[in-house]
Each structure stands twice: as structure tokens, then as C-alpha cells.
């Protein structure tokens, strides 16, 4: 299928209200959207997970994607999130991610600190 062709379906699809954001959950934006054609009664499940580099890896559990990098819903939904300024696009480290290496600054000498009693 042309980009060409892909983008028009997308856009339909935002259009008719055919694919709609639900949340976010951690770096990952949950979206859901309906199937055409002899599908038209399935909803997919469609999610943005927001990568370290902030570019987002998209899934979609529709038939067109398991065959292919992206479908029309994917597409869909990274417009969604470009007209809507309340979706995060950036990496956000959340508590409990083991794929985040933070690197603490080495500390130099020491320090010392004067504790205070009100007992004084």
C-alpha cells in the first residue's frame, strides 16, 4: 500500500472518530481503534510506547500490522498525538524502570554536617 494511500486512511480515520486515545500508562499511550470492512465490529488495541530517544515504538494488534511495520491505525494515532498537546512525546524516567541507567556524579571529598538537637 502507497504512503500516500495509508495517510488518507489515516486521516479518515481521525476524521470519523474511528481511533481514539484512552491513557497513558507509564511511557506508553494507550489508544484503541475500530476495524473496517468485514472487521468493522473489532476494536484494536493500538500503543505509542515513548522509546529513551523519545521516538515512540508503535503496535497494533490489527491483521495489516502482524504482516507489516506499520498500519493505517499506528498512522492515525501519531496524528492524534501531533494535534493534542496534552500527550507526552518525551521520555519521562518513572520510579521502578529497569531499563534506565541514571549516572550519579562522582562525589569528590567529603562532607560533613553539623546535626542540631532542640535538646541543646
Known amino acids: ?4 494511500v495509508m495517510v488518507s486512511r489515516a486521516k479518515k480515520l481521525v476524521d470519523d472518530g474511528d481511533v481514539e486515545y484512552v491513557n497513558t500508562n507509564g511511557n506508553t499511550h494507550n489508544f484503541q481503534g475500530r476495524g473496517h ?3 468493522k465490529d473489532k476494536i484494536y488495541i493500538i500503543t505509542g510506547e515513548i522509546q529513551q530517544n523519545n521516538e515512540i ?5 490489527c491483521h495489516h500490522a502482524q504482516f507489516n511495520d506499520e498500519c493505517k491505525h499506528m498512522l492515525a494515532c501519531s496524528m492524534i498525538i ?3 498537546d496534552s500527550i507526552r512525546i518525551e521520555y519521562k524516567i518513572i520510579e521502578g524502570d529497569d531499563d534506565v541507567v541514571v549516572t550519579v556524579p562522582e562525589v569528590v ?3 560533613a554536617y553539623k546535626i ?3 535538646d541543646d
Not at 515504538?57 to 494488534?61: Q, V
Open 116 to 118: 542540631e538537637s532542640d
Open 82 to 84: 501531533k494535534n493534542d
Open 1 to 4: 500500500m502507497s504512503s500516500e
Open 37 to 39: 470492512n468485514t472487521s
Open 109 to 111: 571529598g567529603k562532607v
Open 57 to 61: 515504538a508503535w503496535s497494533c494488534d
